[in-house]
Structures are given as C-alpha cells and as structure tokens.
C-alpha cells in the first residue's frame, strides 16, 4: 500500500497533536510534531538569555542555529516521539506557558524557519508521516496528498489548554491561557514569513463541538480515501 504525507495546520490547541499521533498509531506512520521543535529553539534562546520581556537578541540566536541540535526518539512507553534539544530531552520543559509566550517571536525568525523546514522536509523524503504545525501544507509540504485545517474557538482551545497546564501541575488563570493564545494567534496569523493560512485545498476541522471519536473517524476515513486515491 502507499504511503502518503498528511499535513496538519491550524491554530495553537485545536487538538491537531492528539488527532495526528491517533492518526500515525492507526496507519503506523511516523508523526512529527513541529511545534516542538520552534518550542525548542525558544527554549534555547531563553537557556542562554537571549529572550527576556522587553529584549530579543534576534542576531546572538541566528549566528548560534549551528549549535542548536533537535531530534526526536521515540518513546516505546509513551507510543510517541520525544523531543531533545542537544541531547537532552525537552518534552516537558517546552510546554510551558513562558516557552509559549515567546514561541512566536522566535518562530518569525526566517533563519530560524529556513533550518528547521529543511530538516522536516528531510523527515518526509520517505512518505509514512503525519506532521501537524502551521506552515505543513502550504510551505513544508505543499504537494501532501492529504492536508487538514484545524479551528476551534479561541475560548475552547484555552479551556482545553488551561485544563492540561493545571493537570500537570503549572500554576496558571484561565484569563493568562485565553490571552496567550489569542496573542499567539494574531502573531502567527500577522507574521511575514510563513503565516497560518489554510492552504487552498485543506480540508477544514473545527472540533469545537466534535467529539474525540467523533473527529478521530471523520480525518480516518479522509486518510483512508487519500490513500485509496494514490493507488
Ligand atoms: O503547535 P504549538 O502550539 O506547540 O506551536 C508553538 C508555536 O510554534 C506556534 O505558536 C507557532 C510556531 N509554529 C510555527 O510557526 N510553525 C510550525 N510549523 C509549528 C509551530
């Protein structure tokens, strides 16, 4: 059977990571998750104090990209890639809400962008792959054979995350969730290089009143047609 690529865009917590790893188990392909690896190039930058409130050291992160080594291992326990920044694995430490409140001003980097599409591109030279993000289907993978959009309302999607962020512990408002991802929006929306645009022939997800299941069987049987299609 072929194997074929499935883009997944859409704004920050439409729940594209939960349906892309659902979607990767069932068709045992590899998922990637790319806002982790810009998380990750955030988390750097905030490590070496190249980030703060009020300064961003634009120039210091560009000429330090060589050093910056991202990967995924897959995690056997876990039934998905982890990711590690120089070797060491960042997963948890990504995900929270002071990363994701830089997150988009490093993501503006076009150098930035330039390094870490190259090696999403690299990961896809086999097909086999979900890949969720913002820019998949337009400018990563423009020619995937199955490309998802991803809405939910901004109040749900900080529901969602809020809920998560309290789960694990961070001790954060529900107003300090709605606000970063509203920010998040329009900044990855208003970028130059890359915005979040739904690429004309992505198909639209808005999950706000779908169920896991119900949504997990709807982008099945997208994927299902996608591959009978190639065949
Ligand atoms: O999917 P996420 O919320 O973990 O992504 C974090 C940020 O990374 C998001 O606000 C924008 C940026 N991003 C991007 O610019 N391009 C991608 N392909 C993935 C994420």
Same mark, same amino acid.
């Given at each position: 059977?072929?194997? @074929?690529?499935?883009? &997944?865009?859409?704004?920050?917590?439409?729940?594209?990571?939960?349906?892309?790893?659902?979607?990767?188990?069932?068709?045992?392909?590899?998922?990637?998750?790319?806002?982790?690896?810009?998380? !990750?190039?955030?988390?750097?930058?905030?490590?070496?104090?190249?980030?703060? $409130?009020?300064?961003?050291?634009?120039?210091?992160?560009?000429?330090?990209? *060589? !050093?910056?080594?991202?990967? =995924?291992? =897959?995690?056997? @326990?876990?039934?998905? %890639?982890?990711?590690?920044? $120089?070797?060491?694995?960042?997963?948890?430490? @990504?995900?929270?809400?002071?990363? !994701?409140?830089?997150?988009?001003?490093? !993501?503006?980097?076009?150098?930035?962008?330039?390094?870490?599409?190259?090696?999403?591109?690299? +990961?896809?030279?086999?097909?086999?792959?979900? +890949?969720?993000?913002?820019? @998949?289907?337009?400018?990563?993978?423009?020619?995937?054979?199955?490309?998802?959009? +991803?809405?939910?309302? %901004?109040?749900?999607? %900080?529901?969602?995350?809020?809920?998560?962020?309290?789960?694990?512990?961070?001790?954060?408002?529900?107003? %300090?969730?709605?606000?970063?991802?509203?920010?998040?929006?329009?900044?990855?929306?208003?970028?130059?290089?890359? *915005?979040?645009?739904?690429?004309?022939?992505? &198909?639209?997800?808005? $999950?706000?009143?779908?169920?896991?299941?119900?949504?997990?069987?709807?982008?099945?049987?997208?994927?299902? +047609?996608?591959?009978?299609?190639?065949?």
């Amino acid at each position: 059977m072929d194997k @074929i690529i499935i883009a &997944i865009d859409g704004f920050s917590s439409t729940g594209k990571s939960t349906v892309a790893k659902q979607l990767a188990k069932h068709l045992g392909y590899v998922y990637v998750d790319t806002g982790a690896m810009y998380r !990750s190039v955030t988390l750097y930058a905030l490590e070496k104090g190249l980030i703060s $409130n009020d300064d961003f050291n634009r120039e210091a992160l560009i000429y330090q990209l *060589p !050093s910056i080594n991202i990967h =995924f291992k =897959f995690n056997e @326990i876990l039934g998905f %890639a982890e990711v590690y920044l $120089n070797d060491v694995n960042v997963e948890k430490d @990504i995900r929270t809400l002071k990363v !994701s409140s830089f997150v988009s001003k490093v !993501s503006a980097v076009s150098e930035v962008r330039q390094k870490l599409v190259e090696q999403q591109q690299k +990961m896809g030279e086999q097909k086999g792959l979900v +890949m969720d993000g913002r820019d @998949i289907g337009t400018v990563v993978f423009p020619n995937a054979e199955l490309k998802l959009f +991803m809405k939910a309302s %901004a109040q749900t999607r %900080a529901e969602r995350r809020y809920k998560e962020l309290i789960e694990r512990g961070d001790d954060v408002s529900y107003e %300090a969730v709605l606000k970063n991802v509203e920010e998040r929006d329009y900044l990855d929306t208003h970028r130059r290089d890359s *915005p979040l645009v739904k690429a004309d022939d992505a &198909i639209e997800i808005d $999950n706000s009143y779908l169920s896991l299941e119900e949504q997990f069987n709807k982008v099945l049987k997208l994927a299902r +047609m996608a591959i009978e299609d190639c065949e």
